[in-house]
């Protein structure tokens, strides 16, 4: 068969959303356990996901470092022995602590998993934490920590949350190299015997699953409870507090770039506009046909890239710009994106431009449940907010209904100019 080189492949609109859905099984010791079977490959996915991030930890670095350091030695197996072992099954564990979930990721083949499981028991439920690992964890965090903090633009997305959030609410801490001094095993010891144990564990697995896999599952994390802790860890009652002062300058004298935050406290996934926000994003900044592209980029020149986005909180969100650009164009660059704020509250979008909008975050939002793998992460979404798969169908819905005159309602109501924090990292503009 001869390629055709001139001709596009043809293409169709997207017209309802269809996936596999997870299913739910209670185990013995009250885990939610939840299955994604689906794809023909032997291979599996595993989260385990505890309600163990920033949020909960009372002193700094705490939860990241807890989750960390679990793999650096259990009760059975030494830091060294872990890594073989999973190196020699070419299995793979991944460990990240966000602000509200600590979620520890296995992949593994099928023929291992039990094997796999095993060995991620005790690395779950007896970490050691040991001295010499913990040392050399904090010396490593500390150097590049104070390498990353000398970056324009870590310089000014630690600035912008400060504002937004204020300097002692948990979206608008950020650490200091400093802080992973004050840190102890004992802490991190103290921290996993709380929060990481039967009754704070949700279980998510995805792939080619069997009975066998269920029954493994159950008998290594299902049976009998573990870890569970009686006393309880009482937290603060964190209040948003937005800075008074519209504009912020943080001045790095020898950089010939300016890493630029513009934006505002926003509505969070629980907020029925949050979906119909997301369309209006993806105009100004979303993606890289944008307006802010088109015009700062593509136009002017001023930067290699600029985006917006929208970022979901469980208990807030927030709207923000993010670039870097030249500081001798910095104010030039600053006027445009307010420009392009004030067009979409001033003028109407052009239909064409909307229904490209719509197909294209209609094929971003199907590439989301294309696979097992990409079907857990899209659950684990909605499973760590407690939204249910109706919140992914009401999104399409929105998508398909948004119209120019909503979009220009939620401009005028959400994204007024005036209403913006600006920040900016560099050299003096």
């Given amino acids: 068969m001869k390629l055709q080189r001139t001709k596009a492949p043809a293409s169709k ?7 596999e859905k997870a299913k739910k099984q209670i185990l013995k010791n009250g ?6 079977t689906v794809g023909e490959q032997e291979i599996l996915k595993i989260d385990f ?14 939860s990241a470092s807890t989750i960390q350091l679990l793999q650096e030695g259990s009760a059975l197996y030494s830091a060294d022995s872990i890594a073989e072992q999973l190196d020699f099954m070419g299995s793979y564990i991944y460990f990240n602590a966000s602000k509200h979930t600590a979620t520890i990721t296995v992949y593994t083949l099928v023929k291992y998993f039990e094997e796999t499981i095993k060995i991620l028991e005790d690395v779950i439920k007896n970490p050691q934490f040991p001295e010499e690992k913990f040392r050399t964890y904090v010396a490593k965090k500390q150097q590049l920590y104070t390498l990353e903090r000398e970056k324009v633009e870590v310089m000014a997305q630690k600035k912008f949350v400060q504002v937004v959030f204020g300097t002692q609410h948990p979206y608008g801490i950020s650490h200091e190299p400093e802080e992973f001094l004050n840190l102890t095993v004992s802490q991190l010891k103290k ?5 990481y144990n039967s009754n704070n564990c949700k279980i998510v697995m995805s792939g080619k699953i069997k009975l066998e ?20 860890i009482t937290l603060p009652d964190y209040v948003i507090e937005p800075s008074e002062q519209k504009s912020h300058f943080v001045e790095k004298p020898d950089a010939v770039q300016s890493a630029v935050r513009v ?4 509505v969070n996934k629980y907020n029925p506009d949050y979906s119909t926000l997301q369309v209006l994003n993806t105009i100004l ?3 890289f046909g944008s307006r802010l592209m088109s015009n ?10 600029i985006g917006s986005g929208i970022v979901s909180h469980k208990t807030a969100g927030y709207f923000v710009i993010v670039s870097q650009v030249g500081s001798n164009v910095c104010k030039q660059a600053l006027n445009e994106i307010y420009y392009e704020l004030k067009r979409l509250r001033t003028e109407t979008i052009p239909d064409a431009e909307i229904q490209t909008v719509k197909n294209y975050m209609k094929a971003a939002i199907a590439r989301n449940f294309d696979g097992p793998f990409a079907l857990s992460e899209s659950f684990k979404t909605i499973l760590e907010y407690d939204l249910g798969y109706k919140y992914y169908m009401q999104f399409w819905k929105k998508i398909d209904k948004i119209s120019a005159s909503e979009l220009k309602y939620l401009a005028n109501t959400y994204l007024n100019e005036g209403s913006m924090y600006e920040v900016i990292a560099g050299g003096n503009p």
């Fill in 13 to 19: 609109e997207i017209k309802r959303l269809s996936f």
């Fill in 31 to 36: 885990i939610e356990l939840y299955s994604i």
């Fill in 49 to 62: 996901m505890f309600a163990a991030g920033e949020w909960y930890q009372t002193t700094p670095l705490v």
């Fill in 191 to 195: 921290f996993h015997a709380h929060f």
């Fill in 213 to 232: 896999q269920h029954e493994i599952i159950t008998r290594y994390f299902g049976d009998a409870a573990w870890n569970v802790h009686k006393s309880v």
């Fill in 263 to 266: 934006g505002k406290l926003l």
């Fill in 285 to 287: 900044g979303g993606y």
């Fill in 296 to 305: 700062i980029r593509e136009d002017k020149g001023y930067t290699y890239g």
